[in-house]
């Protein structure tokens, strides 16, 4: 699974911003956002199951980011709001077939984007 993420830019305090992440094929794969920070862990920021659709937030993040899919498409979405300087940071999507509980951890994800950087000014 190739995942290549995009949509990424600068954007002030407050404002919005959505990110794509575009796969061959994922229609089964449960999928992921992550994000790290200059000198910081990559940290978990949202994720959505392929069977049923359930969605799950990282406390930092809930209520202003809302992840989504559309399989025809093969796209998973993050549209985030509400945008404030800590969540600058380089964004990855990630995807794995298997769905854990410990949904947040980087070693539950097999197959890796690129990353997209999002900076958001204060």
């Known amino acids: 699974v190739q995942l290549q993420a995009s949509g990424g830019g600068l954007v002030q305090a407050g404002g919005s911003l959505g990110l794509s992440c575009a796969a061959r094929?994922?229609?089964?794969?449960?999928m992921g956002w992550f994000r790290q920070a200059p000198g910081k862990e990559r940290e978990f920021v949202a994720v959505?199951?392929?069977?049923?659709?359930?969605?799950y937030y990282a406390d930092s993040v809930k209520g202003r980011f809302t992840i989504s899919r559309d399989d025809a498409k093969n796209t998973v979405y993050l549209q985030m709001n509400s945008l404030k300087p800590e969540d600058t940071a380089v964004y990855y999507c990630?995807?794995?077939?298997?769905?854990?509980?410990?949904?947040?951890?980087?070693?539950?994800?097999?197959?890796w984007g690129q990353g997209t950087q999002v900076t958001v000014s204060s």
């Open positions: 094929t994922f229609s089964r794969y449960n």
């Open positions: 990630a995807a794995d077939p298997v769905w854990r509980g410990s949904y947040a951890y980087t070693g539950n994800y097999y197959y």
């Open positions: 959505i199951r392929w069977s049923g659709g359930s969605t």
